[in-house]
């Protein structure tokens, strides 16, 4: 699917979900030395590379998660994304709302790839609603854009491609990385 260059052009936050779309939504679960509890998670390194990419353009980018894991702070440290917000209940409209008037932005100005019904209500306000190859029904009726990739597998990185080439950037950023990278 493409994406309007005008919409494109309009986005200054981009916002990912974390479990179903920078995972395959599986979580490992386990126990560690004296039985204090392990989490651990899959992310695609593709991903990660996109994630820089839209940094690279100057775009902000915040990870949005229903669910509170040392592994997604982790990931988000690795890739150097500040904006991480993790909260339990799913609320994710207010901690959103938060960061929008922190950065003096509207919600035109988002876009979102998200995959479940926790990220409907975002889906429904930001300016490009976004989702995985493998979202939920509800999350495909209300999304603009739609990977052909599952969460985890590809998506984001699908994603960040899709928006950088409706913007006109996608060939430069590509260009100066592999230029950085030639020695």
Same mark, same amino acid.
């Given at each position: 699917?493409?994406?309007?260059? %005008?919409?494109? !052009?309009?986005?200054? #936050?981009? $916002?990912? @979900? &974390?479990?179903?779309?920078?995972?395959?939504?599986? +979580?490992?679960?386990?126990?560690?030395?004296?039985?204090?509890?392990?989490?651990?998670?899959?992310?695609?390194?593709?991903?990660?590379?996109?994630?820089?990419?839209?940094?690279?353009?100057?775009?902000?980018?915040?990870?949005?998660?229903?669910?509170?894991?040392?592994? %997604?702070?982790? !990931?988000?440290?690795? #890739?150097? $994304?500040? @904006? &991480?917000?993790?909260?339990?209940?799913?609320?994710? +409209?207010?901690?959103?709302?938060?960061?929008?008037?922190?950065?003096?932005?509207?919600?035109?100005?988002?876009?979102?790839?998200?995959?479940?019904?926790?990220?409907?209500?975002?889906?429904?306000?930001?300016?490009?609603?976004?989702?995985?190859?493998?979202?939920?029904?509800?999350?495909? !009726?209300?999304?603009?854009?739609?990977?052909?990739?599952?969460?985890?597998?590809?998506?984001?990185?699908?994603?960040?491609?899709?928006?950088?080439?409706?913007?006109?950037?996608?060939?430069?950023?590509?260009?100066?990385?592999?230029?950085?990278?030639?020695?």
């Amino acid at each position: 699917m493409d994406i309007p260059e %005008t919409t494109a !052009r309009q986005i200054r #936050l981009v $916002v990912f @979900d &974390v479990d179903g779309v920078m995972t395959d939504g599986g +979580i490992y679960m386990g126990a560690a030395g004296g039985g204090k509890p392990l989490e651990l998670k899959r992310f695609n390194v593709q991903d990660g590379l996109g994630i820089k990419f839209l940094q690279a353009a100057n775009l902000q980018v915040a990870l949005l998660s229903g669910r509170v894991s040392e592994s %997604t702070r982790i !990931r988000a440290a690795e #890739l150097g $994304v500040r @904006d &991480v917000f993790q909260d339990a209940g799913a609320r994710k +409209i207010p901690v959103l709302q938060k960061l929008l008037d922190a950065r003096g932005l509207d919600w035109s100005a988002v876009a979102l790839l998200g995959d479940d019904l926790a990220d409907l209500p975002v889906l429904r306000r930001v300016g490009l609603p976004a989702t995985v190859a493998d979202a939920a029904p509800e999350v495909l !009726r209300v999304a603009a854009w739609q990977s052909t990739r599952r969460g985890g597998h590809g998506a984001v990185r699908e994603f960040v491609e899709a928006l950088l080439r409706a913007r006109g950037e996608w060939t430069g950023l590509v260009d100066e990385y592999c230029r950085k990278r030639s020695g």
